[in-house]
């Protein structure tokens, strides 16, 4: 089993960029070039696993400095953990406030070029400068003639943190981070290819276009990002002048001997957390949680995977040109869930969450399994969220086993 050796010394893991994920105490923190992501949830502080993302880019030029002159722009001076910014700077975090001028304020330093049919997903950082204080966050889109009309969403610190005023938007959500941080995202298509400025706003109760009160209560921003998405934002991507890509992250055993690995009969199992989006990544491909297959020809596998279809938690026997698939029940959006898959010539089986296992008939394996990857192909269907445990056992394990296991 692979709880039985530690993680680096079995697992060859790449990523040719440095990449951002949460400490134990729920700070960013920033991790080198072909370092894992070890995350935790930054608001209970419990460990999530590895993160696994494809590649992403953040096209904002500057996603801490907000320079417009519409803002007053300070450095944080009170050390004291309100005031922390998501990377724990007290210095780098600036605090900006609407001048009490009308009009919109740049995000991205330069016009974005967005392309036509392209799903981009835009999110920010943000905390109410007063606590309790009823102020609004609106990001917009400038130009009518990239989307069908004008484009808006406005998050509120304030209440709870609801969502409100969607507009021709997808998939926005709000997360409450530590220390009265907030972390809103959604998701627009484009509908022509077109350079267009994408701008931050405040707003009050009383007028949710712009804030025109005192020009001193405000909000704080920082870590803005807009990405090119299958309709949801991944973690943070830090830029200073320039576009920025995060490469994906890479997992992989090419010595299945140290694992013990049977190709006649064997259990791979995942306990996992997805993102709260739509799974449909990498042009369609499902996303994968682990895959066995062949070095010399990839389209010999057994792969556990979240399908792109219905986002049913699936696995798949591929062989001889072949696919032989069986689904079970939904893996909703942003659960966490375990699941475990059971290959045997003629007796197969899958299980989730300890409920009715689902059996596969298929007689031929693949051959000349030798590899074992974790979160994706090795190059597409990255999984997009986390994997707290992978195990592999070389025997195929009892159906009761498998519920057990998985409950």
């Known amino acids: 089993m692979l709880t039985s050796k530690n993680f680096s010394d079995i697992v060859a893991f790449t990523r040719a960029s440095a990449a951002w994920r949460y400490s134990s105490g729920g700070i960013l923190v920033q991790e080198s070039a072909n370092v894992p992501r070890l995350d935790y949830d930054p608001a209970t502080l419990a460990a999530r696993g590895l993160l696994v993302e494809e590649q992403r880019t953040n096209l904002v030029l500057q996603s801490e400095n907000f320079s417009n002159s519409y803002w007053i722009k300070t450095a944080i001076a009170v050390a004291t953990s309100a005031q922390l910014a998501p990377d724990g700077a007290l210095s780098a975090f600036d605090i900006t406030e609407n001048n009490g001028a ?11 070029a967005y392309t036509a049919g392209q799903t981009y997903t835009c999110s920010i950082f ?6 309790g204080a009823a102020r609004r966050l ?9 989307i069908a009309g004008s484009l808006a969403v406005t998050f509120d610190p304030s209440g709870g943190g609801s969502v409100s005023q969607v507009v021709n938007a997808a998939n926005a959500r709000i997360e409450a981070l530590p220390n009265g941080l907030f972390r809103g995202q959604f998701s627009f298509t484009a509908t022509n290819s077109a350079s267009a400025n994408t701008y931050i706003t405040l707003a009050d109760t009383n007028n949710l276009t712009t804030y025109t009160g005192d020009g001193v209560s405000g909000l704080t921003v920082y870590g803005a990002m807009i990405e090119a998405s299958g309709a949801f934002g991944s973690s943070y991507i830090k830029t200073t002048g320039s576009q920025v890509t995060r490469s994906p992250d890479n997992a992989i055993i090419t010595d299945l001997s140290k694992i013990g690995f049977n190709p006649s009969e064997g259990t791979i199992f995942v306990d996992a957390e997805c993102y709260n989006a739509n799974s449909v990544q990498n042009g369609g491909n499902s996303p994968r949680l682990l895959v066995l297959y062949s070095s010399a020809n990839g389209s010999e596998n057994i792969a556990m995977y979240r399908s792109s279809a219905a986002n049913l938690g699936s696995a798949q026997i591929s062989t001889g040109g072949q696919g032989f698939p069986v689904n079970g029940p939904t893996i909703a959006n942003g659960a966490k869930f375990k699941m475990a898959f059971a290959y045997k010539a003629s007796d197969n089986a899958l299980c989730l969450n300890g409920a009715a296992v689902n059996t596969l008939a298929q007689a031929t394996l693949p051959s000349g399994l030798d590899r074992l990857v974790i979160g994706s192909t090795g190059s597409a269907g990255y999984w997009g969220g986390w994997i707290r445990q992978a195990r592999y056992f070389p025997r195929r394990l009892t159906n009761a086993e498998l519920q057990a296991l998985t409950a």
């Open 126 to 131: 943000f905390r109410a400068k007063t606590v």
């Open 102 to 112: 009308a009009g919109s304020k740049e995000l991205a330093g330069s016009a974005i």
């Open 138 to 146: 609106r990001l917009a889109l400038s130009s009518a003639s990239v």
